[in-house]
Structure formats: structure tokens, C-alpha cells
């Protein structure tokens, strides 16, 4: 009995375990372009304004948890440092350790990055990169006056991880939805790749809101490739048992018409998963090398590697998701905050280095989003949850060397303080998405169809972009 234990399978348990491998990949992709398919008979001249096929790619960098952002980009000039430092108390970044930049244009005040982000400097100095300061969630304009009297709609939620998390990922700050703007774009560009059958959204940190539209949902990869079915097409007795057995039920043609949908699903599934496999593995290997246990810099390479294999796998748009969780830093913030903006810092330059090795940097824009910035003040050791922050764009597209929007006064009990050194965002998270969506291609008169509150914010018709951060031409 024990000597044939290991064997034996039930049917239940192997279907079981093949569709769990295939649950967030090409399965739910194959299902929902089925409705894509159909969708892309529509007409959408209207909605996309640079549908050329030239490859443009948006990698979204998820720092999960909140970002203490105003100890990335910092305050320096004295005067405006000695406000930071009496707000911060003891979570102050010493002011000779903050690395001095100097934008292209200044408003008199001098600031610099953490100093776990020298790369990024560099970066930034190249005009590669740029940061867009005190941007947040908001349903309309809002005051610190409005707010107390309730005179303005303010975002659902508010410093919740999970209502904030989602809605950076939806753009839909007064309602609680599980479609994203990424997945919203995808809906309305899918027609343009060739690929019918691997999603243009491929997340490497599993499902997310982010990039699941009405028709498109994202296809889920893994640092090396794709997930696929384990054991499939190895070469174990153990693993050839299952690829014969999953072989034969794929072949067969079933009588049950759902069955047999169901088995071209999974069919179609396997295939595009091989297919895929196929051709990251064609790619060779980068130059650059990868940086030591970073599992963001890890995440990008196979960003890269997926970007390099584009002509192959038939695609002209497409959309990332990365991530690298643990900012929620109620304690011990200047150590573990430190090493959270090395890890990015190491993987933002890594991926940098890749997209000149490939040719990409002019169209590859990649960009940060976070649940919300941190308190200003201390709790003792840390931080809590707070409101608007920092982020930061990079790529060769992106009008580096720069400071979107407007930095705010760090002083406690101004009038960006709602309180205890919670900051009112002045920047809406929609202007800064839909920047984006219009360098990807979105024409400006349907931008409110993927961010319904923008108009509070910009006027789609003026013919320019909503704050400048990205060359449209």
C-alpha cells in the first residue's frame, strides 16, 4: 500500500490542482476575451487618439502599505528644512545625509531624496525622471474649512488600507468597484496586439483591481515565466503520469457541450502558457546585472524580458503590475523605511539600465502608486496612516528633472493640515492617472469615462495635458 501511496491521485485532486495553476493565468484571460473578441468589432476611433502600433508599455510600481514619501523627497534649503525637522521630530532624515537635487524649474525652495536614493538622483539629474508632490485620492477640490464643515465629498474610507489600496486602483474614489483603470484602458486598446490569447495586463504579484476591466483581466506570470500546470511536461515518472493524463482529457471530445468548452478553455489556457514560456525563454540573458535579493528589481526583470519578447508574443500595448509590500511603518520607520527605498532605488536603476539595453526607454513609462503618505508627526518610533504624498514617474517619455504639482508646507496646523500632520492632497490622484492614459493613448474627451470625477479637476478640452509630466508627442 505504502509503495503505490504516492501515486494516487484522485481525478477531483488533479483537476483540482491544474486549474488552481491555470486560476489566475490564461483561464480567466481565455474566458473574458472571449468578450473582448466581440468587443473589439466596436469602433473605437473615438476613444483611442494614437493607435499608430507603436509599442508603449505602463509598468505600475505598487509600494504596498503607505509610503512615508515626504522622507523621500525632502525638504533641504534651511529654512524649509527646519520646518521639516521640527514636524518630524525624531523621524527627521539629517539634513547633510539628504541628497540635493535641482530641478529644471524652481520655486525658490531647494529640496533633495533620501540618501538610500543616489541611483534615482542620477536618474532624476538625467531627465529620466520626475516626482509629482502631495498628490492623493479626492472626490472634488477640497479645503481644510470644507472638510470640517462637510462641504465637500471626501474619498470612502479615508486612510483605510483596503478602500485607499483600491482606490489608486480604480480612480473611483466615491464608490467601492472591482474594475481599474489599467483594466479600463486594457478594454479599449486589447484590439490593437494580435495576441488573442494572453491578456495585455500581466501582473507579476497576482489578481489585482488595478488591471481588471469589463472584458480584460491580467494575466498572472512569476519571476521566471509563467505559472502554468506543476509538473507539466517534466521529466519525473511522477510528472509525465500527469502530462499523459492531462493530454488525454484535453483530447477528448466530450458529448456534454459545456464540457466541452470547458476542456478548449483549459486547452487554450495550456497552450498560451506553454507559448509564453517559449518565448521568454528565446531572450537572452541582460547585461545588466540583476541586482541580490530584490524581489522588485526580480519582478522587473521579467517585466523586461516580457517587453523584449513583445514582436513575438504579438503585443503593441500593454500593462504591468509589480509590487513591493511592507511600508506600513508604525514602527521602527527610519530603519525599515531606509531599506524599503534601497530595495526600490537598486530596482528602479536596474530596470532603467534594461529598457536602454533593449531600445525601450522612449516608450516604457513606469510609475509609482501607494495606499497614502504617512502622519508628519511621530508616534513614538513611526508613522501612521495619513493622505496625499509623493510618487515619482520614470522613462524616456517622462519630462524629467522636475517637480509636479505643488510641494506643501510641512508646518504643523497649516492649512494643508487637516490634522496631526495628516496632509490634504492639492494634487488628485485623477490628474496624475489620467496624464498617463492619455501618453498611452486614451483621447482626452473619453478620460471620464475611466476617471468619472476628473472633470472636477480638469478641463478635458483645454488641449493640454493635466500637469505635464509626460511628452505627449
Given amino acids: ?19 488552481a495553476a491555470l486560476g489566475y493565468t490564461t483561464l480567466f484571460s481565455s474566458l473574458i476575451n472571449l468578450k473582448a473578441m466581440a468587443a473589439s468589432a466596436m469602433d473605437n476611433s473615438s476613444i483611442i487618439t494614437s493607435l499608430s502600433g507603436n509599442y508603449k508599455a505602463l509598468v505600475c510600481v505598487m509600494l504596498g502599505g503607505g509610503n512615508d514619501s515626504y522622507n523621500m523627497l525632502i525638504p533641504k534649503g534651511n529654512n524649509e528644512y527646519n520646518e521639516y525637522a521640527t514636524t518630524r521630530s525624531n523621524l527627521a532624515i539629517p539634513q547633510n545625509d539628504i541628497l540635493q537635487i535641482t530641478p529644471n524649474t524652481s520655486d525658490g525652495r531647494t529640496f533633495g531624496l533620501h540618501p538610500s536614493m543616489p541611483n534615482m538622483r542620477q536618474i532624476f539629474d538625467s531627465g529620466n525622471l520626475a516626482f509629482v508632490s502631495n498628490v492623493g485620492t479626492l472626490i472634488e ?9 462637510n462641504a465637500v465629498k471626501t474619498p470612502l474610507g479615508l486612510f483605510s488600507h483596503a478602500d485607499q489600496i483600491q482606490q489608486w486602483q480604480t480612480g473611483k474614489p466615491h464608490e467601492r468597484s472591482n474594475i481599474g483603470w489599467g483594466g479600463k484602458i486594457a478594454d479599449l486598446v486589447q484590439s490593437m496586439n494580435s495576441n488573442d490569447n494572453i491578456s495585455m495586463n500581466i ?18 506570470i512569476q519571476n521566471e515565466g509563467s505559472i502554468g500546470i506543476r509538473g507539466y511536461g517534466g521529466s519525473s515518472l511522477f510528472d509525465k503520469l500527469k502530462t499523459d493524463a492531462l493530454n488525454s ?16 478553455t483549459i486547452k487554450a489556457s495550456n497552450e498560451s502558457n506553454l507559448s509564453f514560456q517559449a518565448s521568454i525563454d528565446e531572450i537572452s540573458d541582460f547585461v545588466t546585472p540583476l541586482p541580490e ?66 531600445n525601450t526607454n522612449d516608450c516604457v513609462t513606469t ?27 520614470m522613462g524616456g517619455a517622462v519630462n524629467g528633472k522636475e517637480i509636479y504639482g505643488e510641494y506643501p508646507t510641512l508646518a504643523l496646523n497649516s492649512e494643508l493640515d487637516f490634522r496631526d500632520g ?30 468619472p470625477n476628473l472633470s472636477n479637476f480638469y478641463n478635458t478640452s483645454s488641449g493640454t495635458p493635466p500637469l505635464g509630466f509626460m511628452n505627449m508627442s
Fill in 1 to 19: 500500500m505504502t509503495k503505490h501511496k504516492k501515486n494516487n491521485i484522485s481525478r477531483r485532486k488533479f483537476i483540482g490542482d491544474s486549474c
Fill in 249 to 264: 482529457m484535453l483530447e477528448r471530445d466530450y458529448q456534454d457541450i459545456y464540457k466541452n468548452t470547458y476542456k478548449n
Fill in 203 to 220: 501582473s507579476l504579484k497576482g489578481n489585482n483591481i488595478f488591471q481588471r476591466g469589463d472584458q480584460i483581466t491580467p494575466y498572472t
Fill in 141 to 149: 477640490p477640497s479645503t481644510k474649512t470644507d472638510i470640517k464643515n
Fill in 367 to 393: 510609475f509609482s502608486l501607494s495606499d497614502f503618505a504617512r502622519t508628519l508627526t511621530s508616534n513614538g518610533n513611526g508613522t501612521d496612516h495619513a493622505w496625499g504624498g509623493n510618487t515619482f514617474v
Fill in 422 to 451: 495628516i496632509v490634504i492632497p492639492t494634487t488628485s490622484a485623477d490628474v496624475y492617472m489620467a496624464e498617463l492614459a492619455l501618453w498611452f493613448g486614451v483621447s482626452a474627451s473619453d478620460l471620464s469615462t475611466i476617471f
Fill in 293 to 358: 535579493e530584490n524581489d522588485l528589481a526580480a519582478q522587473l526583470r521579467m517585466v523586461a524580458k516580457t517587453i523584449a519578447a513583445r514582436n513575438t508574443l504579438g503585443f503593441t500595448r500593454q500593462i504591468f503590475f509589480v509590487q513591493l509590500g511592507g511600508w506600513d511603518h508604525h514602527d521602527e520607520l527610519i530603519i525599515n523605511h531606509s531599506d524599503k527605498l534601497t530595495q526600490v532605488n537598486d530596482a528602479l536603476n536596474y530596470f532603467n539600465a534594461l529598457m536602454f539595453e533593449l
